[in-house]
């Protein structure tokens, strides 16, 4: 329970915390499960602040220094916290929905189960931060600084990811439905049994990925123009209706995947794919509904065995010079 000079001490600003703590310099201010809706603390330092379960529904908290604060349970619904400081704070079961947190710092927090629907980001960092089971669908993370972080069966439907720094992420289980990571950077992250059904990844980036694995990944509908997806897995992967016009492809793991329920095909690159069957490209022809590009693709490459006629891969067609 909070301690109720704490409370009244809040209550009377900002300038009223700052000398309280020139005065107490190795005391927590204790406002457990106090209701400070509505109030204005913009620029206070709450560092090291014991907070659980306390609301700040609607404050005003631009600024503010939480960093290192036991936030656990606490309500931030509709709080104003651009450029607020979370570094280190412990905000697992948070609730943040419709928060704006423009230009927010919560590098290595732990946001494990936080409720963050609807609430902005953009241009926040989230370094390292601790997002699983977090739920941020519908929310605004476009430029956001997310590499390292774990999203472990983290929600994302219908989240604004564009040009995300998503750079040794590890995404496993996570839900990223209708999600927009258009230009995102996920480089060398791991990325297993994601759903990205009908997500936009248009331009996202996992080249040089080495752990870039979207092994079983729901990539229906997904828009994947222009990606750079070399050495990726795709092992089981779901492509119904995505648009994989000019991906790079080259090196990917494609085995046990069909690309025949794709919707364009036009432009990719395939050198040294993985195949699991002879009839992978001649598959196409035969599809009930071939995929644009599907004539050009099979014209320009072939399977051929890798020493072992079990291990096959793509190459493409030698050109006739008589051509």
Aim: aromatic fraction near 4%; charge should be negative; glycine fraction near 6%.
């Amino acid at each position: 329970m909070a301690k109720g000079s704490h409370v009244d001490l809040a209550r009377r600003g900002r300038l009223e915390i700052d000398r309280w703590r020139e005065g107490h310099p190795y005391d927590h201010l204790d406002l457990t499960g106090a209701d400070l809706s509505g109030i204005d603390l913009s620029s206070a330092v709450l560092a090291h602040a014991l907070l659980s379960d306390c609301q700040f529904i609607d404050a005003k908290l631009d600024g503010v220094d939480l960093s290192n604060s036991h936030l656990v349970g606490a309500r931030f619904d509709k709080a104003s916290l651009r450029r607020a400081n979370f570094t280190a704070a412990l905000m697992t079961n948070v609730s943040l929905v419709k928060a704006q947190m423009e230009e927010a710092t919560l590098t290595d927090a732990d946001l494990s189960w936080a409720q963050a629907n609807c609430a902005t980001l953009t241009n926040s960092v989230l370094t390292r931060a601790d997002l699983i089971n977090a739920d941020f669908s519908s929310a605004d993370l476009t430029n956001a600084q997310l590499g390292e972080c774990d999203l472990i069966s983290t929600v994302l439907n219908d989240a604004c990811l564009k040009h995300a720094h998503l750079v040794k992420a590890r995404l496993i289980n996570t839900q990223a439905e209708r999600a927009d990571l258009s230009g995102a950077a996920l480089t060398d992250a791991h990325v297993v049994g994601v759903n990205f059904r009908s997500a936009n990844l248009t331009g996202i980036n996992l080249s040089e990925a080495c752990l870039s694995d979207l092994t079983q990944a729901i990539l229906r509908d997904a828009d994947l123009t222009d990606c750079r997806l070399i050495d990726s897995v795709f092992c089981k992967a779901d492509l119904r209706g995505a648009n994989l016009e000019n991906a790079d492809l080259r090196g990917c793991d494609l085995r046990e995947i069909s690309l025949n329920e794709t919707k364009s095909v036009r432009g990719i690159l395939l050198d040294h794919a993985s195949v699991s069957d002879e009839k992978f490209l001649a598959a196409l022809a035969v599809s009930k509904t071939p995929p644009e590009g599907c004539d050009e693709l099979t014209e320009l490459w072939f399977v051929t065995s890798r020493g072992d006629p079990k291990s096959l891969v793509l190459q493409r067609r030698p050109v006739d010079p008589g051509i």
